[in-house]
């Protein structure tokens, strides 16, 4: 059965996503202030995302009709620490030459808040992809930030943007990197009987 599709996020990257798959959606983003409650990178983006499906579903709590509510968080992990995005240009030196010429995690945690005749569950995942720099200088790293590409990405860099030139390779989902694991998302919603194509 067809689902109304709600994405709960105002990111392009995640928008462009959903229409390259051939998903027909509704943007309602959630506004609320994203708190990270655990240091353990798949439970922070598990907490964060399922915060903004929460927020979002309690506009359609009393709508009828099938919907699926999709919200999803991104961070960036290296060496046990979380990288959201970088608050600053220095926040993003910092966080770029940390990750110059070595490996780092990107987490997606995904929740979805299904709402059926009357019923309403939740389903959740995440994805991890392991991803590989190549180094970068201080003047690559200084002229990358001044494109002002780095400042609203987890980690600081965009892989489907000017930083794809300092990626080696990747092992895992390239989407999930961007921000939206649409083929894990896909199967899971299909499993459960829950069509959005």
Known sequence: ???RLILASASPRRKE????IGAEFEI??????????SAKP???????????AEEVARKFYQEAGNIVILAADTIVAFDGEILGKPKDPEDAKRMLGML?????????????????????????????TK?????????QIQAYIETGEPMDKAGAYG???????????????????????VAAIFQKLEKSGIEIL
């Open 100 to 128: 110059s010429g070595r490996e780092h995690s990107v987490f997606t945690g995904v929740t979805m808040v299904v709402k059926a005749s009357g019923s309403e569950k939740i389903i959740s995942l995440y994805e991890e």
């Open 159 to 181: 892989i489907q943007g000017k930083c794809a030139v300092y990626i080696e390779k990747i092992v895992g989902d390239y989407n999930n990197v961007v921000g939206l694991p």
């Open 131 to 139: 991803v590989f720099m190549y180094p970068m200088t201080e003047k």
């Open 17 to 20: 996503l959903l229409t390259q």
């Open 1 to 3: 059965m067809k689902y």
């Open 42 to 52: 798949k439970q922070a983006v598990l907490d964060l995302s399922r915060q903004k």
């Open 28 to 37: 309602i983003p959630a506004v609320g202030e994203e708190v990270i409650v």
